[in-house]
């Protein structure tokens, strides 16, 4: 029986660490959470929100994920959106999804991200 979605993972270019840091960390405000140090030698790095966990692992010949993406719920979407915009990350609205306002995005390595509210 499945009991919850335990985390997300994408990958990630070798020696993109630091500035996936930057990013999920300084413009999207996760808490980077520690590897255990036998999956830390691999590289990487893994963050939370609340109950989310996003996992990036490093992949030789990596190509970003454009159609595959984690859907990332937050609240006063206008102002997180501006929040992306402000840290250097590209914002694309699509209001194809009734009840939800939504966007798009890009981490620094061109994995697609979705950030989505409900309309009340």
Not at 25 to 34: F, K, N, Q, S, T
Request: include cysteine.
């Amino acid at each position: 029986m499945i009991t919850g979605l335990d985390h997300v993972q994408l990958a990630a270019p070798p020696g993109s660490e630091e500035r996936l840091r930057a990013y999920y960390a300084d413009v999207l405000g996760m808490v980077e959470i520690p590897k255990p140090p036998a999956l830390a030698a691999r590289g990487g790095c893994w963050f939370r929100a609340g109950g989310l966990q996003l996992h990036l692992g490093i992949e030789t010949g990596f190509r970003p994920a454009k159609k595959a993406h984690p859907g990332i719920g937050v609240t006063g979407i206008e102002a997180y959106a501006a929040r992306l915009r402000d840290g250097g990350a590209p914002v694309t609205w699509d209001d194809d999804l009734p009840g939800h306002r939504r966007f798009y995005s890009e981490d620094p390595v061109g994995n697609r991200l979705e950030f989505l509210e409900p309309v009340t």
